[in-house]
């Protein structure tokens, strides 16, 4: 048959079609670890899009809590 290629061809294909290193069975893949500064940044990306949606965050679930505290007598 033409143009019929063997499964660790067609791996070594797409790794170099994207740019990456092909790995070998039983070698487990890990990903870099980002600095510290990436990670405060994302986590400042992720608080405003919380906050944009509507969806909980640690400082409206305090809120929320002491807000619920005052109305019900708990303090």
């Given at each position: 048959?033409?143009g019929?290629?063997?499964?660790a061809d ?54 929320r ?11």
């Amino acid at each position: 048959r033409f143009g019929t290629c063997t499964e660790a061809d067609k791996r070594a294909a797409r790794a170099a079609r994207f740019g990456t290193t092909p790995v070998k069975k039983g070698q487990k893949t890990t990903k870099s670890v980002s600095d510290a500064s990436a990670s405060s940044e994302e986590a400042e990306r992720r608080l405003k899009r919380a906050k944009r949606f509507g969806l909980t965050t640690p400082e409206t679930e305090a809120e929320r809590k002491r807000l619920r505290a005052e109305r019900f007598g708990a303090n």
